[in-house]
């Protein structure tokens, strides 16, 4: 009988929990996450997990463990976990848009979910949280009469930092701080300019690309996910681009806190910079040509490789793209989509997208073109010698997808890279506020400095 009560009632607290929204989910995990992270640093405060070499202070700080993020980890061989699932755990557990997972590709809705709180949303939760973003999606009319003004030969980046930057008028987070609000409330401030600054991105975005590309004209269709409403924003009416979307939308979102746009965002907010301010200083870093702008880099290098060789009347194969990747080192450049700052192998989400491309468009010639540079980079780079990591990032693949569906602007595939990237960093962001992380502040030194370190001791 006892039993039989505890099993009611652990089924009620399951039902509750499954219909909770992800503010009560977060509100209710908040005491325990914080009690942990004291007993983490009672029991090891005082214990070293790494030690820094001279070379990693001159060498932008490589594998150095000094930073918090509890979202999404990655190792150098296996690639990223997001909460501890790999990407084909993901596609096997996550909601999609049509229901139970293995229905599609997982919604990013289901992504930010288990990024905030570790736990795998029901559909339920995910159709509460797409009805909240849809809800939350308007910007400001001096947003759009700012963006519209803005010549449309501004890269898109610059565009859809700006649409961001200048919805900050709406920050309750910097609101509340000019009020006065006491400490322990700033995780509940925080939480609502991040779902906000979800809501808004793919607006901004898609009021960059219509604007640069078109005649402005935004439609939206709210009867749809968080993705495929965005895919109809840009103009976008294919169902095969609204699971693209929704699979770029996921593995984009994040890559452990080391990276430039994450490691940006979580540097700026330990300023108790608002989340909007954060993110566009995030956004400014996806934008460098190292990080984020590699996407559209990679389809430039291969538009090149095309028009060298069509003038030629050569073929693109393994003997033309071994050319032309020797033609691009020998002239000092790097080649887009390789290498990465700690990966040693093929990036998981190269391989995923290449499954896509796989089983949705076998036979694209642009597919093959990547393909067959995937045949041969590897060994030029290693024979080049200087990457310690030969292989293709996600970079390298997500711009042929795109192609293949028409949507071929490519100095504007970053920005699609900046609303996944959201998801990520403002995810860890809302636990930096929740936590009470303390404001970033390394330690620099100069280089007379180390030389006196040192100075003595052979
Ligand atoms: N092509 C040619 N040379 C490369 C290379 C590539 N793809 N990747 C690395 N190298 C070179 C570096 O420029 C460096 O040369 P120098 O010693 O002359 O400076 C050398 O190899 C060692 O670099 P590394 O330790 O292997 O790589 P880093 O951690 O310094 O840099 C990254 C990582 C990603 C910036 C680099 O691999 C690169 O420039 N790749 C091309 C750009 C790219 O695809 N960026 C996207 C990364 C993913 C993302 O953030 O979106």
Known sequence: MLFAFGGARRAVVAQARASSTLKEVLAAQLPAKQAELKALKQEFGSMKIDEVS???????????????WETSLLDANEGIRFRGHTIPELQEVLPTFKGPASAGEPIPEALTWLLLTGEIPTKAQCDGLTAELHARSALPEHVVSMMNALPKSTHPMTQFALGLQACQTESKFAQAYQDGVHKSTYWEHAYEDIIDVFAK????????????????????????????????????DDPGFDELMRLYLVIHSDHEGGNASAHTTHLVGSTLADPYLSYVAGLNSLAGPLHGLANQEVLR?????????DAEGKEVN???????????????????GY????????????????????KHMPDDPLFKVVDTIY?????????????????????SHSGVLLWHYGFTQYNY?????GVSRALGALSQ?????ALGLPLERPKSVTSAWIRNHFAGSD
Request: aromatic share 12%; proline share 5%.
């Open 429 to 433: 962001l809302f636990w930096d506020r």
């Open 413 to 417: 595939y970053t920005v699609l890279f």
């Open 54 to 68: 001279v070379d990693q202070c001159l060498g932008g700080a490589r594998s150095v463990k000094c930073m918090l």
């Open 201 to 236: 991105l793919p607006e901004i975005a898609a009021l960059v690309y219509r604007n640069t590309y078109f005649d402005g004209v935004v439609k939206r269709d709210r009867t749809l996910d968080y993705s495929g409403n965005f895919c109809r924003m840009l103009g976008m």
């Open 375 to 395: 045949a041969v980079m590897p060994s030029i780079l290693t024979e080049h010698g200087k990457t310690k990591n030969p292989y293709p990032n996600v970079d």
């Open 318 to 336: 393994e003997q033309t793209i071994t050319e032309f990747a020797w033609d691009t080192l020998k002239a000092g450049k790097v080649i887009p």
């Open 339 to 358: 290498g990465h700052a700690v990966l040693r192998q093929t990036d998981p989400r190269y391989t995923c997208q290449r499954e896509f491309a796989n």
């Open 301 to 309: 290098w291969i538009q090149e490789l095309k028009a060298k060789f």
